[in-house]
């Protein structure tokens, strides 16, 4: 299994400001995503972050506006750049353990006035 | 492109009642599907996966190819199956899920 920790678990946010999103997990992992979800909506992927090199987004999603790092195999970061109240949402880290199982951290709440 | 629908947003069962929930799916390939479950206050977690084909806490789900569809049953619901469950597909088996938008299951004691 993986422990993942996300820090912050909320917050309340100005538009056009932007947030950093972190997240630890217990052991070294290959594969940690970044997901969104959205007040009545389901988990969309935003992007893979990946380890040394450049994260690879979805469709409809940009470096620009969500940079990411993932300096090493334990920590990834995520952030909400020049946020609207379109970006209010829950954004989850998630990763993947032996076995294929994904595993996912607690979520950070985002509120943008 | 692929897909995943729940139809029920949401879903109130009797305690002892048999529940299923509902999972329907459009993909190309060979699919990889799953059921996550929240309950309240706790974090998103992988309920079953059908390659493992077992019961987890008393659920099954069978992949319908033909229907196109991965369906969530238990024979007689208890009060802590209250929480929203997620059915999810894996894409290309490359560890990205597609989730549906979820069901929030209530039993009724």
């Known amino acids: 299994s993986a422990v993942i920790s996300q820090k912050p678990s909320r917050d309340i946010c100005q538009r056009g400001t932007s947030l950093t999103i972190q997240c630890q997990v217990d052991s070294q992992v290959t594969m940690m995503f970044w997901y969104r979800q959205q007040p009545g909506q389901s988990l969309t992927l935003i992007a893979t972050a990946n380890q040394g090199s450049e994260a690879t987004y979805e469709s409809g999603f940009v470096i620009d506006k969500f940079p990411i790092s993932r300096p090493n195999l334990t920590f990834s970061t995520l952030t909400v750049s020049n946020m609207s109240p379109e970006d209010s949402s829950i954004y989850l880290c998630s990763v993947t353990a032996t076995g294929g199982e994904l595993f996912f951290g607690e979520g950070s709440r985002l509120t943008v006035l | 492109a692929q897909r995943v629908t729940q139809p029920e947003k949401l879903l109130s069962v009797f305690k002892g009642a048999p529940v299923e929930l509902k999972c329907n799916y459009s993909?190309?390939?060979?699919?990889?599907l799953f059921w996550y479950v929240q309950y309240s206050r706790q974090r998103l977690q992988l309920l079953l996966r059908?390659?493992s084909r077992e019961s987890i806490k008393g659920f099954t789900a069978d992949l319908n190819k033909g229907e196109t569809s991965f369906h969530l049953k238990k024979p007689f619901a208890q009060e802590e199956d209250s929480a929203m469950y997620y059915c999810a597909l894996d894409n290309f088996g490359n560890e990205k899920l597609t989730f549906g938008t979820g069901t929030r299951l209530t039993i009724i004691p």
């Open positions: 059908h390659i």
């Open positions: 993909y190309s390939g060979s699919p990889e």
